[in-house]
């Protein structure tokens, strides 16, 4: 990402809301094109966790029902041939 030339744009921001951009751009010695763009990268990391969680919960039920299904399956197999 380093590699990559950034696009100049222009937004428009409350005056409190610049106060926290500039605030956060000290704390964390950046300007404020570094501090949105961080905020911006975390919060794009942040709903891919999300979409990666949800599909992880969801798929997470059906695994757990094919190993319970297969283990029923193996454990007939031990039984009958023990």
Known sequence: MKNQKASKITISLLPTLLDVVDRLA???S???SG????????????AIE????????????ENLR?????LGLTGEVVLRDG
């Open 66 to 70: 094919e190993a319970e299904e297969a």
């Open 26 to 28: 000290k704390e964390r």
């Open 50 to 61: 999300d979409l990666m969680a949800r599909g992880y919960r969801e798929w997470g039920a």
């Open 35 to 46: 501090i949105i763009a961080e905020l911006l990268k975390k919060e794009d990391e942040s």
């Open 30 to 32: 950046t300007t404020r």
